[in-house]
């Protein structure tokens, strides 16, 4: 039996959304990562909270310098 259908929306509770973003973030990272190595792919993924922290991976140590201008709302 697969899992149900979600509906897509905002969370209203901050709790329960934060709760969500934590293990979102965390599967989004593993993903990516597990990507990288089974495809052999440079993989970038750069996450910002509702908070604007940065969250980041990299698969390889090559660094690229650059200027990001985004505007949270």
Do not use: H, P, W
């Amino acid at each position: 039996m697969g899992r149900g259908k979600i509906v897509i929306r905002r969370i209203d509770n901050s709790t329960s959304r934060q709760v969500t973003f934590s293990k979102r973030r965390n599967g989004l990272l593993k993903k990516a990562k597990e990507l990288a190595i089974l495809c052999d792919a440079e993989v970038g993924v750069m996450i910002f909270s509702g908070t604007s922290k940065l969250y980041d991976f990299a698969s390889t140590r090559i660094r690229v310098d650059f200027t990001l201008e985004f505007d949270l709302m």
